[in-house]
Nanobody, 129 residues
Framework: QVQLVESGGGLVQPGGSLRLSCTAS????????IGWFRQAPGKEREGVSV??????????VDSVKGRFTISRDDTENKQTVYLQMNNLKPEDTAVYYC????????????????????WGQGTQVTVSS
């Protein structure tokens, strides 16, 4: 059974950091890409970052470049993708979701134009003083 589980959300002050985790099961991450998305209250869902498990390539939207880093765990398991979020801002407040797509279906130049297939349940990130 394909499953994605996010964790690591919470309340943090502006300028603080959080690390989100997306643990995949039921499929081999070496053939898939994992995307992080977020949805703030009253706003549409937006893509944030992508890790391509097949190529190792990454992608970031402009609003998070230089602040967020997406990576894959380097343990033997290698089924977890992290989103390290630094210098958080109030506008980063949202529910964050991870989602998967077969890597060979994805164009990394514009990854959020593609339909991701499986989704996690989301984790809340709140940036507030």
């Amino acid at each position: 059974q394909v499953q994605l589980v996010e964790s690591g959300g919470g309340l943090v002050q502006p300028g603080g950091s959080l690390r989100l985790s997306c643990t995949a099961s039921g499929f081999d991450l070496n053939y898939y890409a994992i995307g992080w998305f977020r949805q703030a209250p009253g706003k549409e869902r937006e893509g944030v970052s992508v890790y391509n498990g097949r190529s190792g390539r990454t992608y970031y939207v402009d609003s998070v470049k230089g602040r967020f880093t997406i990576s894959r765990d380097d343990t033997e398991n290698k089924q977890t993708v992290y989103l390290q979020m630094n210098n958080l801002k109030p506008e980063d407040t949202a529910v964050y979701y991870c989602a998967s797509i077969l890597a060979n279906r994805l164009g990394m130049s514009t990854p959020f134009l593609y339909e991701f297939e499986e989704w996690g349940q989301g984790t809340q990130v709140t940036v507030s003083s």
